[in-house]
């Protein structure tokens, strides 16, 4: 089976991000350092938010960063939801924009989060997301 996300009724996002981390990390030969990942249930459509911009985050590490490792955490407390992706690949140049980049910034605004992506060049690359616990309600 291929390492498309499989969000099976009710699996939860660690279940579903730990499987495409471990394909993904084998496929690409690329380090994935998990710190942290969520058992709280979260609204599906948090669920698909956060693994749709994990996996754009991670391509963009393998298409263009050049790291030999990434290091991610996904966590719930009193505050809310937060995602980090970071590598220290190449990084890229402030004002730099893409279709990808505006997708993951979309994605996390759908689910009632903000997204900010800080580069630096010769660095590397790390996301920040950030869900308020107001809109976990529902989960
Ligand atoms: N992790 C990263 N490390 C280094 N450069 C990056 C990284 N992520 C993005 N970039 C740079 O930012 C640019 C824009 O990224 P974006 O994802 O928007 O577009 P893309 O990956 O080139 O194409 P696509 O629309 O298929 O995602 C990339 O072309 C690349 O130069
Ligand atoms: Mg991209």
Redesign the pocket.
């Known amino acids: 089976m291929s390492e498309e996300l499989r969000l099976r009724e009710g699996g939860g996002l660690k279940p579903a991000l730990e499987e495409y981390l471990g394909d993904w990390s084998v496929r690409t030969g690329i380090a994935v350092e998990t710190w942290a990942l969520p058992d709280a249930p979260l609204p599906c459509a948090v669920v698909r938010g956060v693994c749709a911009v994990v996996t754009?985050?991670l391509?963009?590490?393998e298409?263009?960063?050049g790291?030999r490792h990434v290091a991610i955490a996904v966590t719930v407390g009193d505050t809310g939801l937060r995602m980090t992706v970071s590598?220290e690949?190449?990084?890229?140049s402030e004002g730099?924009?893409?279709?990808?980049?505006?997708a993951m910034k979309a994605s996390f605004v759908e689910i009632g989060g903000t997204l900010s992506i800080n580069?630096v060049l010769g660095s590397?690359?790390t996301l920040s997301g950030v869900v308020p616990k107001r809109a976990l309600r529902g989960a």
């Open positions: 754009e985050a391509t963009n590490v298409r263009h960063s790291a590598d690949g190449v990084g890229f730099t924009t893409g279709r990808g980049l505006a580069s590397g690359t």
